[in-house]
């Protein structure tokens, strides 16, 4: 698995790591989604229960995701 994410699929839950660093605090955005926050307020995970269901929070993550790899062709380092 990789370390972005964690997908179980009896469970149908997803959790997208999109940056280093702990979760001090969480938004939760429904009975099935919760954002884990940083220090900084800014979101470090997504767990989303009921993943499938979910393809506009799975796309919002994946596009954190990018913008941290993106960096790296800059030669930047990922958070």
Same mark, same amino acid.
């Given at each position: 698995?990789? /370390?972005?994410?964690?997908?179980? #699929? =009896? =469970?149908?839950?997803?959790?997208?790591?999109? *940056?280093?660093? %702990?979760?001090?605090?969480? !938004?939760?955005?429904?009975?099935?989604?919760?954002?884990?926050?940083?220090?900084?307020?800014?979101?470090?995970?997504?767990?989303? /229960? !009921?993943?499938? !269901?979910? #393809? %506009?929070?799975?796309? %919002?993550?994946?596009? !954190?995701?990018?913008? *941290?790899?993106?960096?790296?062709?800059?030669?930047?380092? #990922?958070?």
């Amino acid at each position: 698995m990789s /370390q972005d994410f964690d997908y179980d #699929p =009896t =469970t149908d839950s997803l959790y997208v790591k999109v *940056r280093a660093g %702990e979760s001090v605090n969480n !938004r939760i955005i429904g009975d099935d989604i919760v954002i884990d926050l940083g220090i900084d307020g800014e979101p470090v995970g997504y767990d989303i /229960q !009921r993943a499938s !269901r979910h #393809p %506009e929070v799975i796309a %919002e993550a994946l596009g !954190r995701l990018h913008q *941290r790899y993106a960096g790296l062709s800059n030669g930047n380092h #990922p958070n």
